[in-house]
């Protein structure tokens, strides 16, 4: 079990990847029931269930670079929107002549648009393999560029925190242009299949649930082998004095690149398995709000534990799920509540509660 | 004690590069030459020339604000000079390196403030600060060898705090704290150590040990060591340069020095302004 | 049957021959009688003899009868002025100014004009208003000509441009001959003509150049027309560009509006305050709600709003700050954190206590219109106040901290606090204060906004980033680099909006200083020396 190495001594770890597994087994088990059944579980669930690990994949990515590496994204999900519209692209392409307008190449937005040929970054999304490496390509070389110059000229704290957030606003402002090309305020939905299989049947959704859970517990793994190497300590040794690890000789900067491009690339990878799931993208993705939601899930759950991460991501959007359905305008307030007492109460979120309970 | 901090095999890779990039065939190890820096019009280093020779146990002394902590910072490239030369050896121009290439090219640095990573054990701490590649890559697939461990455990020990390398760096003493930096100097293995105050907060008998360690150091390292506290400069019984206003106002033995009257009169002088 | 005839020709034409009028001055009675009759050329002598009488009513009537409201009772024989009630007329005599009570239609007679009358009488009110001694009536009139000219009227200002003495109306009148000469026959007169009205803004002037520039006979008044018309639009371009300045600055006052109390707080205390944006807001509603309380005094309410907005957002900040900022000190990012919770408790009250929708909050009267430069340029009042108000408040803040007590123990404990504190300063209290005073000026900022944008839930979102890109761009802790930053940013974004969409011009915006920032990472005007180091 070589890829299981990375959890050792990490019992939360091990209690995630325990529950992970069961909970895939239990969701396939019960969707299978049949209807009359009690325990049968209808797709909704199920894919709500997929959307909330596709937010917890976009959680640790968030932790690894906030609670490890110290650098407050505000911009994260921008990434996370990215990859949605690079999946969402490849499921454009994927109706063909389906659409309202009938046209086999042309989306129908570009048809309503009056646009005759597709746009040059448009090209090689009918391909599945394309559209993935794009998911990985774009928001990573995104966050590479913009790591690129924001980490060599020491842009650190608040600043940083500052543009990340203007750059996801700046993303907005941009994918809400019709002239981008990529439906503007309507974004792209509509989407009939992925690889063949229905997005509406429950064997596909289904299919997308297991998915979701086998990169999340990638993802999970291959950041838990990050945190456990020596990468992992000097990153901590910059998140906790970064011109001491200058002058015992770590290029600092080079290390937050690899790192934050890294975490890009996971959030881009969780965006793309989140859009099949809600059938939609649009600009809103983008709003700083959604960014700073996901910190508020890794604060809840604990930071620094990656497991609390996923805690939090789940815990925080079931409230939602549940709260908005009950009294919707308690939402807003219930999360900024929540955003107010996390920072003064539980500043090691739910995980460092738990913890400190054990250590009493 | 030399004998732990000897030049491990296991860092040839490190050596041979060193060797290649670093002349030190004149026997000098750093040159400062008409070095000159201001910050908001005040001159913190004014023409300040400054050598030290291959081995050298030097102590650099002067009131506050003379301008000792910046020429560290120069040296080490926090800080760019506005006009003079800074080499280290015969061919590395430290004014075109920044930190890091610094730190690897062999110039280690202990601050004024012991910073020692907080949330990392004392063993960890000396991992970190070990000499070797200090790549993204390498970090990531880095593996602790036993002779890694040993060396590391060896260091424990001349620091006194193998007893705490499990324990939280951020939970020791002060004292403890300035040893696990001296460890880590010890474990970057530099060739040229620079120790800001390193006896701030140490008992008398630290402060012997201190002594006795830095002491051992010179010969095969250079060492510059700034420090407030005179007695602990006499025990060091080194060259003795004295900074003032940003450039050097005497060099000499600690007896020399301290009967030259232009030191007097800055110490003195500087004595007769407080009372 | 040439009796019949005549008799019906009679029967037709009687009531208006028949018609009398008896005012009690015999000049009178003769001009409004021709005036009455069917010769034209009658009633032309009539308007003179009218014209000529010394009554000071004399060009009223003239008006009256242009546009119908002077009209002869016909049984009565007298002079009125008829206003329009219902189906009736209530009639007053245009001499005594005695009511006469209500009267059918057809009992009324009016003063039947053609055009070669009209023009007459507008010629007359021309000429008493050119003889006005008020200025701005006079240049009111010249510009009446210029905008509809007729060689009557030109004729009129020929012999009044020599006693001319206000500037102003005589460089208008000089425009209109020299527009008259435009269209002379006489080839070196249009030339000359055509380096008289050389740089003038006015449509007219340029529409006349067009036409001689493309069909005038002579090939050296067609250069010479082009030539001129090319200076014409090189001013018309710098006009523009006045323009656009103009409203960049108008953008720039609201960023450095809604930035400035940021500047405080983020600047001079170090704490993110994320919930910036909801002040602003709760200043904008406040104005809301005083216009709700004080209905039909707009103007009134919008001034009382200021002190209102800044004592509520002033208020809540400090609510803010004794709960939860001051425990988070020293903690920047969570900081953030917890204000953008309160950001989202004080949009979420807003939307359920008033309303998810936006509200109308007018704009008073001296708020609309526009100050009128030239034919190519006006600048409208709401964006000139704007400024004025953002430039106020800058002072006002300014002295607030470089003359008061409270601004040295301010900018003492941003410092150093550690030696505020010893020098007795209460930290804590300063804190307080401090950030009362930069959301006070947030809720200053939306009583600005509220003239400007729709006041709803969301508008602090929309200004918190561009807030915090001009504190950052402009250098934390340093007032003037707000100032300039607001402005810079306000400025260059309108002069990208022509070419690049207003969108897109923001996009470039963004993205410029988030590049900025990593070229100087302390903004325009760094903070310096050992202090600002780490």
Known sequence: MFLLRPLKGDRGGQIFVALLVALVIAVTVMANLPQENPLHLSSYTVTLLGKYLTYALLAVALDLVWGYLGILSLGHAAFFALGGYAMGMYLMRQIGDRGVYGNPELPDFMVFLNWHELPWYWQGFDQFWFAMLMVMLVPGLLAFVFGWFAFRSRVTGVYLSIITQALTYALMLAFFRNEMGFGGNNGLTDFKDILGFSLQSDATRLGLFIASAVVLLLGYLACRAIVASRLGRVAVAIRDAESRARFVGYRVELFKLAIFTFSAVLAGIAGALYVPQVGIINPSEFQPLNSIEVVVWVAVGGRATLYGAVLGAVGVNYAKTWLTGVLPDAWLFALGALFVLVTLFLPRGVVGLLRREKEQ | MSDILRRDRVFDFMVAREVEDLDLSHGTVLYMEDVSVSFDGFKAINGLNFYVDTGELRCVIGPNGAGKTTMMDIITGKTRPDTGSC?????????????????QAGIGRKFQKPTVFEHHSVFENLELAMAGPKTVWSTLTA????????????????????????????????????????????MQDPLLLLVDEPAAGMTHQEMDRTVALLKSLAGKHSVVVVEHDMDFVRSLESRVTVLHQGGVLAEGSMDQVQNDPRVIEVYLGGADAEG | MK??????????????????????????????????????????????????????????????????????????????WVEKDGRQFKATDALTAQVLGEFKKRKLKKFRINNSLRRTIRSILAARDLDSPDPRARRKAVEAILENPSPDQIAL????????????????????????????????????????????????VRQALVRLAENDPSPSVQKSAATALRKIEDRVRVMGQIETLFFGLSLGSVLVLAAIGLAITFGVMGVINMAHGELIMLGAYTTYLIQQLMPGLPGVSLLLSIPAAFLVSGSVGIAIERGIIRFLYGRPLETLLATFGVSL?????????????????????????????????????????????????????????????????????????????????????????????????????????????????????QYIVDSFMVVVFGGVGNLWGTLVGGLGLGIANKFMEPWAGAVMAKILILVFVILFIQKRPRGLFPQKGRAAED
């Open chain 2, 87 to 103: 080499w280290f050896g015969q061919r590395l121009n430290l004014l075109q390196m920044d930190e890091p290439e610094i730190a």
């Open chain 2, 143 to 186: 593996r602790l060898t036993p002779e890694e461990k040993g060396q590391i455990e060896e260091v424990l020990e001349v620091i006194g705090l193998q007893d705490e390398s499990g324990r939280r760096a951020g939970s020791l003493s002060h004292g403890q704290k300035q040893w696990l930096e001296i460890g880590m100097l010890l």
């Open chain 3, 3 to 80: 009796r019949l005839l005549i008799a019906l020709l009679l029967l037709f034409t009687l009531p208006a021959l028949g018609a009398k009028v008896e005012t009690g001055d015999p000049d009178l009675d003769r001009a409004f009688e021709a005036l009455l009759g069917s010769d034209f050329a009658a009633k032309q002598a009539a308007l003179q003899q009218l014209v000529a009488n010394e009554r000071p009513e004399r060009f009223q009537w003239v008006e009256g009868i242009l546009d119908g409201r002077l009209r002869v009772l016909k049984k009565e024989k007298r002079v009125v």
């Open chain 3, 157 to 204: 200002l020929q012999p009044r441009i020599e006693k001319e003495t206000d500037p102003a109306v005589l460089d208008a009148m000089q425009l209109v001959m020299a527009l008259a000469k435009l269209q002379s026959p006489d080839e070196p007169e249009r030339l000359k003509a055509i380096k008289g009205v050389s740089g003038s803004l006015e449509p007219a």
């Open chain 3, 345 to 461: 408790i004080l949009q979420q009250l807003v939307r359920t206590v008033i309303s998810p929708q936006n509200v109308p909050v007018s704009n008073p009267e001296f708020m609309s219109g526009q100050l009128f430069i030239n034919s190519a340029l006006s600048l409208t009042y709401n964006r000139l106040y704007i400024i004025l108000f953002c430039m106020l408040v800058f002072v006002g803040l300014f002295l607030v901290l470089k003359r008061t007590r409270l601004g040295l123990e301010v900018r003492a404990v941003a410092q150093n606090r550690g030696m505020a504190r010893a020098m007795g300063v209460r930290a804590a209290r300063v804190d307080a204060l401090t950030f009362g005073l930069g959301s006070g000026i947030a809720g200053v900022a939306g009583v600005a906004l509220s003239q400007l944008t729709n006041v709803g839930p969301n508008l602090g979102q």
